[in-house]
């Protein structure tokens, strides 16, 4: 497993549509290992694929780490909403990709989704609470869409100002 750099917010790929995963091969296992190691070490609860450059409809997301402090890490490779709730939920939402910047989203409360599993087989789970809030956050990922555009035009220009000034700090300290 690796850790591989994410990539923050403005970079033009995290607003592109990531292509559907064709076969289950070594890659795209390593890939989920990778993005794993990577979502733990930053730390988060979620992460897609094009947060750390490949264009891939992969992401995995583990939210008991938070409460239990046992990882239940899940990977979805292809995953789509088959159903979600009428009734909605409010949470603080924050991304790796947007450091430091968290803003209250509106989603539904509930979703069930599908999804490629790294066994090979089709999967359907329904989802509440932070787990659903996370599933939902990473599929905009795979779709070119961040939390911020969630949010009114003048919110999400003073947070990409905000990280643009972050990027080039970072950049005159070598860290980027």
């Keep these: 497993m690796t850790t591989r750099p994410i990539l923050i917010h403005p970079d033009p790929r995290l607003k592109k549509l990531c292509d559907p995963v064709a076969a289950l091969d070594d890659t795209i296992r390593?890939?989920?290992?990778d993005m794993l190691e990577t979502m733990y070490d930053a730390p988060g609860v979620g992460m897609a694929a094009p947060q750390i450059g490949v264009?891939?409809?992969?992401?995995?997301?583990?939210?008991?780490?938070?409460?239990?402090?046992?990882?239940?890490?899940?990977v979805m490779i292809n995953p789509e909403i088959t159903w979600v709730?009428?009734?909605k939920n409010v949470?603080?939402?924050?991304?790796?990709?947007?450091?430091?910047?968290?803003?209250?989203v509106t989603r539904p409360k509930e979703v069930r989704m599908r999804w490629l599993?790294?066994?090979?087989?089709?999967?359907?789970?329904?989802?509440?609470g932070l787990w659903a809030t996370c599933a939902q956050h990473e599929l905009d990922h795979l779709n070119g869409k961040l939390?911020?555009?969630?949010?009114?035009?003048?919110?999400?220009?003073m947070v990409t100002r905000k990280l643009e000034k972050l990027k080039r700090e970072w950049a005159r300290e070598g860290r980027a």
């Design 91 to 104: 949470h603080e939402e924050g991304c790796l990709s947007l450091p430091e910047q968290y803003a209250d």
């Design 85 to 87: 709730s009428e009734e």
């Design 55 to 74: 264009m891939s409809r992969v992401f995995v997301m583990d939210c008991a780490k938070e409460k239990s402090g046992f990882p239940e890490p899940m």
């Design 30 to 33: 390593q890939l989920a290992d």
């Design 117 to 128: 599993g790294l066994d090979g087989q089709t999967h359907e789970e329904q989802f509440d």
């Design 147 to 157: 939390f911020i555009d969630h949010l009114g035009p003048l919110k999400r220009q």
